[in-house]
């Protein structure tokens, strides 16, 4: 008998379009995370753990890159267009030769997997009709997405 979690596909862009919460969050959570450990990062960090933080980098990136990629063209944002074109040199190029090629290109694939990551909310938040979370009006406090 087949494993059902082999026999079972999912489209991982597909899903992270759609925004669903439940999985969404975590994934969301888990790329921020990273994203920010390594923007963060003062000191070049030991091979070891630079090897293990580009890996997860990678695995977002391709995760964030199918979600972009589901946006049809019209509606992708200028971010979301350049993104991709940025994580295809990003994985053609790879980390260059020398002491601050690998910690630079951890850096800049937190970067694309940060862009990508807008690119994703700006969709989602146009589709729900949030475009923009104050409206303001003359003379009176701005309204917030919760107000009555």
Request: charged share 25%; proline share 9%.
């Amino acid at each position: 008998m087949a494993d059902p979690r082999t026999t079972v596909e999912v489209e991982l862009g597909e899903l992270l379009l759609q925004g669903s919460g439940d999985v969404e969050d975590p994934v969301k959570d888990s790329v921020e995370a990273d994203i920010r450990r390594v923007l963060e990062m003062r000191h070049h960090p030991d091979a070891l753990a630079l090897a293990a933080l580009t890996d997860r980098l990678l695995t977002h990136c391709i995760t964030l890159a199918a979600g972009v990629e589901e946006i049809p063209p019209a509606e992708r944002s200028v971010r979301g267009a350049a993104v991709l074109e940025t994580w295809t040199q990003l994985l053609a190029d790879g980390p260059e030769d020398g002491p601050l090629g690998p910690w630079s290109y951890a850096r800049h694939l937190a970067l694309a997997a940060r862009d990508m990551l807008s690119a994703l909310n700006d969709h989602q938040a146009a589709d729900r009709g949030a475009g923009a979370p104050f409206v303001g009006r003359s003379g009176l406090p701005p309204l917030t997405p919760e107000s009555p």
